[in-house]
């Protein structure tokens, strides 16, 4: 269960960096006042937005998508439209991002490079060159951090599921302010 969660959890964080970015590419303010400021101007509305950061005028969000599953592609997208913006708050969080798009793709599919990338983020984030056979990524979930969170996630004693929400959070809180 805690792997559908999980899943959940990412899908909704990439729904959320989409979603942010397209309405500031539209001039949207966050709830305290806040908008990046366009380098070329803004687009007229959403589906302008969508066509814009797509690179494609025949964008349909019926059946496309951006790619926002890369923290570094999303900020050098902001760099690019904007004079200063809040997806720098991705730099250096890029690794754990990772690492949380290769658990869910674990829980998501079962081909080898899922479970090859899911065995290398595990040992990662555990600090371990092995797993016991059968690690699944609900386990990983449930275990408490130990390293490549921040430390005060890790003096708490978050487990990698809340650690992962609670990162996502405040990510989240840097780039759409209250």
């Given at each position: 269960m805690i792997e559908l969660a999980f899943m959940g959890m990412v899908s909704?964080?990439?729904e959320f960096l989409e979603a942010s970015l397209v309405r500031y590419m539209t001039g949207a303010e966050a709830a305290n006042g806040y908008c990046p400021t366009p380098k070329?101007?803004?687009?007229?509305?959403?589906?302008?937005?969508?066509?814009v950061l797509s690179h494609d005028p025949d964008y349909k969000r019926s059946k496309d998508y951006l790619k926002v599953?890369?923290?570094r592609g999303v900020w050098r997208t902001a760099d690019f439209f904007f004079d200063?913006?809040?997806y720098g708050a991705l730099n250096g969080k890029e690794g754990l991002i990772r690492h949380a798009s290769a658990i869910r793709n674990r829980v998501a599919h079962n081909s080898e490079k899922c479970?090859?990338?899911?065995?290398?983020?595990?040992?990662?984030?555990?600090?371990?060159?092995?797993?016991?056979?059968?690690?699944?990524?609900?386990?990983?979930?449930?275990?408490p951090i130990q390293r490549a969170f921040p430390a005060s996630y890790v003096a708490r004693g978050l487990s990698h599921f809340d650690a992962f929400a609670e990162l996502y959070e405040d990510l989240a809180?840097?780039?759409v302010p209250d």
């Open positions: 909704a964080w990439e070329y101007g803004r687009a007229k509305d959403l589906n302008h937005a969508y066509e599953t890369e923290p200063q913006h809040p479970k090859l990338s899911f065995k290398s983020t595990a040992c990662a984030l555990l600090g371990t060159k092995q797993l016991t056979s059968g690690y699944q990524p609900g386990t990983l979930l449930i275990t809180k840097i780039i």
